[in-house]
């Protein structure tokens, strides 16, 4: 009987706060702890219902598949090491590219050092005879190399030329000369070099 009067007590309530009537019922000198209760009471009938409704919405929405924690890692790993990867190649190309640079102009160094060898002359039927590539026997040069060059960012190369002779027969007298050079240049912290070596005949 109880719980079917304050079951009747909160109807008659719910209908005086749904008519607007609800707070003109409430007397001026209510004790502080009945208007606790009363506001209690109106909060709960407001927000339970609310409640209710959200949760019977989400429960008609309908159930869609998603990723899982693991599928995410795994692909923000494959991300990651694509990303790495072509960052690392487009690094290690243009380093190869600007080392390939460098080789070039230091062989056109080492060919540049064996046209004084070749332009000197050597003439073995005069008399007497004139050999002028005794004279780079052991030549050391440093120059730039041919590189674009902006401010202060010039690059040197040493060459280093030696000149010798080799007896290809006796009789006759038949002599070439060994021409080799060195050139040693700088790249990336390391020194790199080349080397070039051929032979010049006599003039005749």
């Known amino acids: 009987m109880k719980r079917q009067e304050t079951r009747q007590k909160n109807h008659s309530r719910s209908r005086q706060f749904a008519n607007g009537s609800a707070l003109a019922c409430i007397p001026s ?3 502080r702890g009945g208007c606790k209760r009363w506001l209690q009471f109106i909060g709960e009938s ?3 219902p609310v409640i209710i409704a959200v949760k019977t919405q989400l429960k008609n929405l ?3 598949s998603g990723f899982t924690i693991a599928e995410m890692v795994v692909c923000f790993t494959i991300i990651t090491l694509v990303i790495g990867g072509t960052m690392t190649a487009y ?3 243009a380093l190869f590219t600007e080392r390939a640079g460098y080789q070039l102009a230091a062989q056109a160094q ?3 050092q064996f046209e004084h060898v070749r332009a000197a002359l050597w003439d073995t039927m005069s008399t007497p005879p004139v050999d002028n590539t005794t004279n780079f026997s052991s030549f050391i040069n440093v120059a730039i190399l041919e590189l ?3 401010g202060t960012n010039v690059i040197y190369a040493t060459n280093y030329l030696t000149v010798s002779t080799i007896t290809v027969t ?3 007298p038949t002599y070439v000369k060994l021409v080799q050079v060195d050139t040693f240049w700088p790249w990336n912290g390391v020194t790199m070099s080349n080397v070039m070596v051929a032979y010049r005949a006599p003039d005749e």
């Open 29 to 31: 000198n209510r004790a």
């Open 46 to 48: 407001l927000i339970i």
């Open 62 to 64: 309908p159930r869609k």
């Open 91 to 93: 690094n290690r190309s």
């Open 110 to 112: 080492a060919v540049q």
């Open 148 to 150: 674009p060059i902006s």
């Open 170 to 172: 006796n009789n006759p």
